[in-house]
């Protein structure tokens, strides 16, 4: 059974590593980021209460988004594991999940951390071309990303559930990590 939660700044290859890995191992790949980017696309009610913050690179509300993340893990897609992509991103929802898995008896969830060096964050973000990826955005993304969601780096070191792995290599190689530390 496989639960991991991805974390890194903004253009550390969260997404495309969270995608491939799932694939492998045949569990759902949850995107927060991609779910409130279809519901704004579809202009659903959460879509909708989402728009102004995803546009500005600031956090949505916790409620929202941890509403979304209990909703998706309650889908028997997700009873043989996950991998969480941008979920967490501050301490209050890092404590909301741990008490949610408690609750439903998920635990067992391992955190890999894609450590990659700021300048290369930022040149990668500049040439995906995402909405909300123009320069003023970035700089207020990483800027959040520094503030509330590294923290939660020590947070899971603390309680021993944190892998680093060096996300500044090729693509392959840090597939390639990844499947290492995780088996192990
Ligand atoms: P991402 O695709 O993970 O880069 O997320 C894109 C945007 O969605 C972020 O800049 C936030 O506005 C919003 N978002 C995604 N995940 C979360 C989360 N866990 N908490 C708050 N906002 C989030």
Do not use: C
């Amino acid at each position: 059974m496989t639960r991991l939660i991805f974390l890194g700044p903004p253009g550390a290859g969260k997404g495309t590593q969270a995608q491939t890995l799932a694939q492998h191992l045949h569990i759902p790949h949850i995107s927060t980021g991609e779910i409130l980017r279809q519901a704004m696309k579809e202009q659903t009610p959460l879509g909708i209460k989402a728009q102004s913050y995803v546009d500005s690179g600031e956090l949505v509300p916790d409620q929202l988004v941890q509403d979304l993340v209990q909703e998706r893990l309650e889908q028997p897609d997700a009873h043989s594991g996950w991998i969480l992509d941008g979920f967490p991103r501050k301490v209050t929802q890092a404590a909301f999940l741990e008490e949610l898995l408690e609750k439903t008896h998920q635990g067992g969830e391992q955190v890999v951390n894609l450590d990659v060096p700021d300048e290369v964050v930022v040149e990668r973000l500049l040439t995906r071309g995402r909405k909300d990826d123009t320069e003023e955005v970035i700089r207020r993304r990483l800027e959040v990303y520094r503030a509330e969601t590294a923290p939660l780096i020590d947070y899971y070191r603390d309680r021993q559930k944190l892998l680093m792995v060096n996300g500044n290599q090729s693509l392959e190689e840090v597939t390639t990590k990844l499947q290492n530390v995780i088996a192990s």
